[in-house]
């Protein structure tokens, strides 16, 4: 029964983490880009959901569109701004910018929050759900069900959408969609600014399950980059099984060895697929 338990954790982490990842996984793929912004986007995201929280009694549940909304204009603005003028350039040369903005949005939210780290606590607490021998924590099923829809939803906004396509299109051949008459330039700021939106959504999710601090940004921005080799770079459903199985991974490594070494597990388990299956588990060309 102990079991049972770990794996409904696993479960409900896992369709959590898949929401902190498929932003990662977009940019990345349209783009070309490894956002290492993306950690402290969603670190950003919590804070904003805590504020609202504390301030103005906001439930965070409630305000992940305005967390998403208010990130993705930040990120539209550094996309169509800054990072935009090197687009094209070496992903040496992305990754660094990358870089130094984080180290900026970092050291920001340090300086303008410090680095202690807070928490939203309902009032009054949610509360548990019994299904048989397992015990499931309100919120983090809630947390799950809205990120899984987040997913969802950008799953159908990619296959259904005119924006949706044109996406698709720019991560399939740009070349050919500019070709086409697709703004390639404002395509690219659309894709990560929702990918920044998905980011500040997650993060109001995970205000109300983690302690935020901005020291947390990098576990996060790993966790992404581990889904996204799990589950393949280019499918969203893969993004959803990959970020399933790191919480899964997670659990029963906390269980078995301790959490300290939960994670340890999630990156062997990554450097494995790297050597013998580096597309993932279902990645391909193209979002499906």
């Given at each position: 029964m102990l079991y049972l338990q770990v794996l409904v954790n696993g479960v409900l982490l896992g369709g959590l983490y898949s929401c902190i990842a498929v932003g990662f996984s977009l940019v990345w793929g349209v783009l070309n880009i490894i956002n290492i912004l993306h950690g402290s986007l969603i670190i950003l995201g919590a804070y904003a959901a805590y504020f609202a929280f504390t301030l103005l009694g906001i439930n965070p549940f409630v305000f992940v569109p305005l967390a998403g909304l208010l990130l993705f204009v930040l990120g539209y603005g550094?996309?169509?701004?800054?990072?935009?003028?090197?687009?094209?350039?070496?992903?040496?040369?992305?990754?660094?910018?990358?870089?130094?903005l984080n180290l900026i949005l970092e050291n920001a939210m340090i300086l303008a929050f410090k680095a202690d780290y807070r928490k939203v606590v309902l009032d009054p607490p949610l509360g548990l759900i019994e299904i048989g021998t397992a015990i499931l924590p309100r919120?983090?099923?809630?947390?799950?069900?809205?990120?899984?829809?987040?997913?969802?939803a950008l799953y159908v906004l990619l296959r259904t959408t005119r924006i949706g396509r044109a996406i698709v299109a720019v991560r399939m051949d740009r070349d050919a969609a500019a070709l086409m008459g697709v703004n390639v330039e404002r395509i690219y700021a659309v894709t990560f600014g929702?990918?920044?939106?998905?980011?500040?959504?997650?993060?109001s999710l995970m205000s109300v399950m983690f302690p935020i601090s901005p020291l947390t940004s990098v576990t996060f921005l790993g966790k992404a980059f581990v889904i996204c080799v799990l589950?393949?770079?280019?499918?969203?459903?893969?993004?959803?099984?990959?970020?399933?199985?790191l919480g899964i991974?997670?659990?029963?490594?906390?269980?078995?060895?301790?959490?300290?070494?939960?994670?340890?597990?999630?990156?062997v388990l990554l450097l494995v697929l790297l050597m013998f299956r580096p597309t993932g588990i279902m990645g391909k060309r193209g979002f499906d």
């Open positions: 550094l996309q169509a701004g800054v990072i935009n003028r090197v687009m094209g350039a070496s992903v040496l040369i992305t990754l660094t910018l990358t870089f130094g919120d983090r099923l809630y947390a799950m069900l809205l990120a899984l829809i987040l997913v969802g929702i990918g920044a939106f998905m980011a500040g959504a997650a993060g589950g393949g770079l280019g499918s969203i459903p893969g993004v959803m099984v990959g970020g399933i199985m991974l997670e659990s029963f490594g906390a269980l078995w060895l301790g959490p300290d070494y939960s994670t340890t597990i999630a990156f």
